[in-house]
């Protein structure tokens, strides 16, 4: 059973425009989340986890429990944030679960 | 510098040459693991390993052996190799803090023919 859902593959906006990559997990228990972020030709990197609740990049993303969802958003997209995209799900300290992606382009 | 090495960084094989790609860490990490990445199915967990002679399947392990004999090592091991595991491989290691991030090795890309 799929454990994390992006439900889009391909997402593309303009530049200075929001963005929002959509992520729902199914796991009954206390979730770790995070987005992992993958540029061109480079390895995955960490964007957010959900447990700090930072901001990076200018992006957020929020934990909602009651929808299932952990969200990516960005308030003005930039040329820069044009990438792959993961949201990921761990369970018991070692096993993640990764959603199939979004490949994010930001228009000029 | 804090990484995940991974060796050979290309790899093309025939089926059934047994091959092991190599991944070390220097972050004292208890966790490792190792993903394939396939279009349109993300990533995928192979095997993990939550410390030194612990070892366990992930999502997609037939095909695919591990051995976690040092705690800075973890390789991935094909027996007999086939065209199906023609894929782009991760490997990970991560502290085992709650929270603890991920680091993910450059990643390794296997063509067997």
């Known amino acids: 059973a799929q454990r994390v859902t992006q439900p889009e593959k391909l997402l593309s906006v303009f530049k200075g425009a929001p963005v929002e990559l959509k992520c729902n997990y199914s796991?009954?228990?206390?979730?770790?989340l995070f987005w992992y972020v993958q540029y061109s030709r480079q390895r995955l990197q960490l964007l957010l986890r959900?447990?700090s609740r930072e901001s990076i990049k200018g992006f957020t993303a929020d934990l909602n429990k009651g929808e299932t969802s952990f969200h990516l958003k960005k308030p003005f997209a930039q040329e820069e944030d044009s990438a792959m995209y993961y949201c990921?799900?761990?369970?018991?300290?070692?096993?993640?679960?990764f959603g199939t992606g979004t490949s994010l382009t930001v228009i000029p | 510098e804090a990484q995940v090495t991974q060796n050979p960084r290309y790899l093309i094989t025939v089926t059934g040459k047994k091959l092991t790609v190599t991944c070390s860490q220097n972050?004292?990490?208890?966790?490792m693991s190792w993903y394939r990445q396939d279009p349109g199915l993300g990533l995928r967990q192979i095997y993990y390993?939550?410390?030194?002679?612990?070892?366990d399947k992930g999502d997609v392990p037939e095909g695919y052996k591990v051995s976690r004999k040092e705690k800075r090592n973890f390789p991935l091991i094909l027996e007999s190799p086939s065209p199906n595991q023609t894929s782009l491989y991760f490997c990970?290691?991560?502290?085992?803090?709650?929270?603890?991030?991920?680091?993910f090795g450059q990643g390794t890309r296997l063509t067997v023919v």
């Open positions: 990970a290691s991560r502290a085992g803090h709650l929270g603890g991030e991920a680091f």
């Open positions: 972050m004292n990490h208890e966790y």
């Open positions: 796991y009954s228990g206390s979730p770790e």
């Open positions: 390993s939550m410390n030194v002679e612990v070892t």
């Open positions: 990921a799900l761990l369970i018991s300290g070692n096993q993640f679960y």
């Open positions: 959900h447990i």
